[in-house]
């Protein structure tokens, strides 16, 4: 079965610095997806940043980029210059497609303090 | 593109009663998704429908549970004789092939 790890359960960091958010996977697939989502205090689900596993490049936007070690399934989040509003849980994911059927499973999650 | 919509935001209901949701999808997704959410955790994947067909079911959906997509347009998730456990979060998605899932705000769900 395919599983998602995120091993913080919380984080905190200063306004303006940077930190790194964890994520490991683990897929018998050879083609999946990967994602970062956002759920701020008001609950809605935000993509933040997609992955294509059979692409080397690491995903950047704007203020995020994601380290990408397919070898390793690691998926990690960078948020760089941290801002109030970057405050939320964050969900790592991992797409899934069994039979014409394409799935997200998701992460436990880590919440993120940002502190100013 | 107005987003993906659910109604209600928040539900209270007595044990043993039943519950309907729904939720309206961005126009043009063909592809829409029920998970639901429990404090401190990530959503989990209850069902899937591609246009009107339901293509998968989890095993987290009881038989108390029943999803349909008349039409191919909106869902509702209907749970009948809830019990204290079926108190959560519950979010809809909806997406394009091979496309990130847009999300509702969720429904909350609680049992007393």
């Known amino acids: 079965a395919q599983t998602v790890t995120q091993s913080q359960p919380e984080m905190s960091v200063q306004e303006a610095e940077t930190v790194t958010l964890s994520c490991t996977y683990d897929?018998?697939?050879?083609?999946?997806?990967l994602f970062w989502y956002k759920q701020p205090p008001s609950r809605q689900m935000i993509l933040v940043i997609r992955?294509?596993?059979?692409?080397?490049q690491n995903a950047t936007e704007n203020r995020f980029s994601v380290n990408f070690q397919k070898a390793a399934k690691s998926f990690s989040l960078k948020i760089s210059d941290s801002q109030l509003g970057d405050a939320a849980m964050y969900f790592c994911?991992?797409?899934?497609?069994?039979?014409?059927?394409?799935?997200?499973?998701f992460g436990k999650g880590t919440k993120l303090t940002v502190n100013p | 593109d107005t987003g993906v919509s659910q109604d209600p935001r928040h539900k209270i209901t007595k044990r043993g009663q039943n519950v309907t949701f729904r939720c309206d999808p961005i126009?043009?997704?063909?592809?829409l998704y029920w998970y639901r959410q429990t404090l401190g955790q990530g959503p989990e994947f209850l069902t899937y429908?591609?246009?009107?067909?339901?293509?998968?079911k989890s095993r987290l959906l009881s038989d108390r549970f029943s999803a349909e997509r008349p039409k191919g347009s909106f869902s509702t998730l209907e749970i009948q004789r809830t019990e204290q456990g079926d108190s959560a979060m519950y979010l809809c998605?909806?997406?394009?092939?091979?496309?990130?899932?847009?999300f509702g705000n969720g429904t909350r769900l609680t049992v007393t």
């Open positions: 897929t018998s697939e050879s083609d999946y997806y």
């Open positions: 992955q294509e596993a059979y692409k080397q």
């Open positions: 429908f591609q246009n009107e067909a339901q293509l998968e």
């Open positions: 998605a909806s997406s394009l092939v091979r496309s990130p899932l847009h």
């Open positions: 994911a991992c797409s899934i497609t069994q039979g014409g059927s394409e799935k997200l499973v």
């Open positions: 126009s043009e997704h063909n592809r």
